[in-house]
């Protein structure tokens, strides 16, 4: 996919407009490569970026507030007459930035940063947000002056000023009485199964197949509407999400590969780079945790142009429950303390900020935490505490967490995501079948069983091969739905419990701390390379004692501050660019 950026006349030589391409008497567009669509009716034009699903006339009549209807994961410049509208589809999982003196806006920060005039200043704050969160919590950057244009969001160019508006709030869709039943997990599931219908494109294509129920249900409607494709997964092989979709798809008789994440060349040769390329691209998130991503799409690119994806449908059905990389236990704080300033100790003394010079961020953390306060008190109250919560999960995570993945992914084929439907989400959000509406982080695992039966009724109505497979849960999806096989599910629930008290996890499943080892030396420079912000000392003592055993949220602060310090060192301003292929299609504007 394409990288665009869109650059107001003041900022513009004379050498540098022959390479530019006017949009209106204030601002020029440049597009990195070919792979984008462009269509007139009148005076009017529009230019797609990215994966539109749908019949381009709807883009040029539909109102602000339709916007989220749209499918697909793409970017859209429309231009009528002196004014130019910039968005995103829905969830904004692709990023859209702009400069605050607002003479830039791209989807790209390294398309920013090539074409600053100096050095941009280091926001602090989202330093601390990322090693609280994992992400940003707010619409900074890495940047002080580059912010991330809010969830939801579309910026208007005109009369050479930026003006930014919501077009959707996604707590409309909340309900105060959530229905519940057969009748309406029938309607649901049947409403998935047509939906998800215009998500498979007509060429042969790959699906991601784990050992968990998203990416099967994805395959057993594929079947269902008779679809040629393939199936992938990545990790080690004695790893679930490789050994069950396997099996699974033997006994399918699907194609299925599965990307070895402990191979020696992967760990010695991929690993890194993909670190590095994944850690600069889109929302620069933490990419010696996720490299396998940007790896296997690569991979399954060579042969595929299409790649659906599972993404955000647990987050979407099953209550969150647990800390980790989408919920951190700094973000469960912030929803499940209600005390001001337990809160701000809690914030304060969180673990992973114990790798930073603390005397650098003191007046920051103490600015922060005011503004994270302050957005608590601005959530509707009307609504539960759960939904609450989720204005946050639908409006940051699922962009800044999934949307990471889809946005390096996107960069080399066409990544859709069935789950994050308007229609389906909308209709899922007036039933008890939502993870919005179950009980606040419960763990009582026949309350988020709630969830995982809209599942199961879409697999029995598709694959009855499927619904009778074991998944990495321990249980069939039959399970779920009839009684009598009720204790396949509470024997594994409770066996997982016992065996996390008696045995020590192997985090090493995905290759990560193979990687890591593979690449000491190169991350001793990363470490040392940047000697304000972080203490090194503490760094390397992490980076010395990790092995398959050691705790992930340990483990994830040291990748995520590797991935800050990368990009603190490397994402600094070059010479403007003067290389990038500009294409004359759109010359008319």
Known sequence: MSDFILLHKELITKSEKKNLLKVNRDWSLLINKANYSEYNIGNNKIIIIGDYIGAIEEIFSINDNEISKLKGHFYAIIVKENSVKIYNSFFSMLPVYYTTDECMISSS?????????????IDRKYILENLLFNYGFFNRTLYKNIKLLACHSFITLKNSKITIAK???????FVSVPKGGKKIANQLSDLFIKTVKNYFPEEEFNIAFTSGFDGRTLVSCATHHYKKFKTFSFGRPENDDVSIPLANAKTLKIPYQFFDLGDVDYTTSEYYKNALEYATSGYLGNGFLYPHFLYSTKKISENSNHLLSGAAGSELFRALHSTGAVTSQALANVFKIQNEEELREAIKNAEPLHVLNTSEFAKDLDELIDEI???????P?????????YIFVFEEIFRKFFGQWVTVQQKHLTVRTPFLDYSFVKALLTTKYAGANNDFFTDNPLKRMKGQYLYTDI????????YKQTTGKGYRPID?????????????????????KVTKTNFDNLGIISGIKANEEKLHLIINSEQSFFDTKILESFLKDLSPYTPEKHRDTLLMSLSILHNLSSHSVSPKINTYEVYNSINGL
Do not use: G, M, W
């Open 480 to 500: 779920v739905r009839d009684i009598r096989y009720i204790h396949n599910i509470i024997f594994p629930f409770l066996k997982k419990k016992i065996l996390k």
């Open 373 to 379: 306060i302050t957005y608590k008190k601005s959530l």
């Open 167 to 173: 077009h959707f709030d996604i707590s409309t869709l």
């Open 381 to 389: 109250q009307n609504i539960s505490k759960n939904q609450q919560f």
């Open 109 to 121: 920060l390294s398309f920013i940063c090539e074409y600053a005039n100096a050095k941009p200043e």
């Open 459 to 466: 697999i029995k109505k598709t694959n009855t091969q499927i």
